[in-house]
């Protein structure tokens, strides 16, 4: 694990920044520093190795150039479990009112992103990368991941026409994520002519969930839309198999990724799908690129790729793509009116908002440990720019 951590170093308060992306006045070394939040501990702890890893081949390739603007790149990790008891908001308004991170970039949950929001304000870039419920207009955030009208609505009509369910069932823990993307998700069941057999809320750190797996079976739900995320997916998923509630139920996730899959074994993996931008078995030429340079960065046990660790690498891109286009009116990026940011992405995504932007969207099916790409239901928009 240590091979993959950020070295922090000790920061100085430096003057005052015009623009995140010059120079200060202090700044002889030329560092940007990027704050990379990400949960290391609890439920989606198992995120962390994947994020920090593909983080950091972000900064190698781009400190292998000119950085950001001239200037080298440097990570500095931030806890951001929603387990952590300890006061994460003044941490990151502290370092952002001394001045000693330039840009964050956060994966984390959505509960975190509007704690966060409310002492960010605008004062640095904070890219949010992973899926997100859609609808976020604060200023600075740039949020690059999957909304679910693009996630969930092809996939779900997909499943539809194939497996024909009458009822589906909605399990989720209880934050915004889950409670917003299943609403659009039941707008969608209606239009489809299914019905809703169940819906239920759990806190994150569920021991089980065999009272409601019985409870799904009981309801006669053919399908669930799972909405747990990191360790409360993967016991869901083992007791699922353990009460052969694959016998009368598929299941759609957006979140469980490749480590869950791992985590979850075989026999909580049975008819399983999985709807993403990104799966680590992807047969495409920028996969295999960036595939390549990952495992020569960190050697054949690197942690295993996902969506959710490769969005780091994304979200710091897509600061290098934002401080070319706007490097003094970077709060204003992101409107309707300006041209995508373009930024390299595995996905070959582009981004024109929040609510507006470009990525590919697969549908796979866990094939052992492993993800099968069966289709892709949504292909990258092409962009006259």
Same mark, same amino acid.
């Given at each position: 694990m *240590? $091979?993959?951590?950020?070295?922090?170093?000790k920061?100085?308060?430096?003057?005052?920044i015009?623009?995140p992306?010059d120079?200060?006045?202090?700044?002889? /070394?030329?560092?940007?520093?990027?704050?990379l939040?990400i949960?290391?501990?609890g439920?989606a702890?198992l995120w962390?190795?994947?994020?920090i890893a593909?983080?950091?081949?972000?900064?190698e390739?781009l400190?292998?150039a000119?950085?950001?603007?001239?200037?080298?790149i440097?990570?500095?990790m931030?806890?951001?479990?929603? &387990?952590? !008891?300890?006061?994460? &908001?003044d941490?990151v308004?502290?370092?952002i009112g001394?001045?000693s /991170?330039n840009?964050?970039?956060?994966?984390?949950i959505?509960s975190m992103?509007?704690?966060?929001?409310?002492?960010?304000k605008? $004062?640095i870039? =904070?890219?949010?990368?992973p899926?997100?419920?859609?609808?976020?207009?604060?200023?600075? /955030?740039?949020?690059?991941? &999957?909304?679910p +009208?693009q996630?969930?609505?092809?996939?779900?009509?997909?499943l539809?026409?194939?497996?024909?369910?009458?009822?589906?069932?909605?399990i989720?823990? !209880?934050y915004?994520?889950?409670r917003?993307?299943?609403v659009?998700?039941?707008?969608?069941f209606?239009?489809?002519?299914a019905?809703?057999? =169940?819906?239920?809320?759990?806190?994150?750190?569920q021991?089980n969930?065999f009272r409601?797996i019985?409870?799904?079976i009981?309801s006669e739900?053919? %399908?669930?839309?799972?909405?747990?995320i990191? *360790?409360d997916?993967v016991?869901f998923?083992?007791?699922?198999?353990d009460? &052969?509630g694959?016998?009368?139920?598929?299941?759609?996730?957006?979140a469980? +990724?490749e480590?869950?899959?791992l985590a979850?074994g075989?026999?909580?993996?049975?008819?399983?799908?999985?709807s993403?931008?990104y799966?680590?078995?992807?047969?495409?030429?920028?996969?295999a %690129?960036f595939?390549?340079?990952?495992? %020569?960065?960190?050697? !054949?046990?690197?942690?295993?790729l996902n969506?959710?660790?490769?969005s780091?690498y994304?979200g710091i891109?897509f600061?290098?793509?934002l401080?070319?286009?706007c490097r003094?009116?970077?709060?204003g990026?992101?409107?309707?009116?300006?041209?995508?940011?373009?930024y390299?992405?595995?996905?070959?995504? $582009? =981004?024109?908002?929040n609510? *507006?932007k470009?990525?590919? /969207?697969?549908?796979a099916?866990?094939?052992?440990f492993? =993800?099968?790409?069966?289709?892709?239901?949504?292909?990258?928009a092409n962009?006259n720019?």
């Open positions: *240590q $091979r993959y951590r950020q070295r922090v170093t920061i100085g308060v430096p003057q005052t015009v623009s992306f120079h200060g006045l202090n700044d002889s /070394i030329g560092i940007f520093r990027i704050a939040l949960p290391l501990r439920s702890g962390a190795p994947s994020c593909c983080a950091q081949v972000a900064v390739e400190n292998k000119d950085g950001i603007n001239g200037r080298q440097e990570l500095i931030i806890d951001t479990a929603i &387990e952590n !008891d300890l006061p994460v &908001e941490l308004n502290s370092l001394i001045q /991170i840009a964050i970039v956060g994966m984390h959505s992103r509007e704690r966060l929001k409310t002492v960010v605008g $004062r870039p =904070y890219v949010y990368t899926l997100y419920e859609g609808g976020e207009v604060a200023r600075g /955030i740039f949020a690059i991941g &999957e909304t +009208e996630q969930l609505g092809s996939a779900i009509e997909h539809h026409s194939v497996y024909r369910p009458k009822k589906w069932a909605l989720g823990n !209880d915004l994520w889950p917003v993307s299943n659009y998700a039941k707008i969608k209606r239009a489809l002519g019905d809703l057999g =169940y819906e239920k809320y759990v806190p994150f750190s021991p969930f409601e019985e409870e799904m009981n739900s053919e %399908a669930v839309l799972i909405s747990l990191g *360790q997916a016991q998923n083992r007791d699922f198999g009460l &052969e694959h016998r009368s139920m598929i299941r759609l996730s957006g469980i +990724e480590n869950a899959l979850s075989l026999g909580g993996l049975k008819r399983l799908f999985s993403s931008s799966f680590a078995s992807l047969k495409t030429d920028r996969n %690129a595939k390549e340079k990952y495992f %020569a960065l960190h050697g !054949d046990l690197a942690p295993t969506t959710l660790g490769q780091t994304e891109h600061l290098k793509g401080s070319q286009i003094e009116a970077w709060t990026a992101g409107s309707q009116s300006r041209l995508p940011i373009i390299k992405s595995v996905r070959n995504s $582009r =981004y024109v908002s609510d *507006q470009s990525l590919p /969207i697969y549908l099916r866990a094939d052992g492993f =993800y099968n790409v069966e289709k892709e239901l949504m292909e990258t962009y720019i």
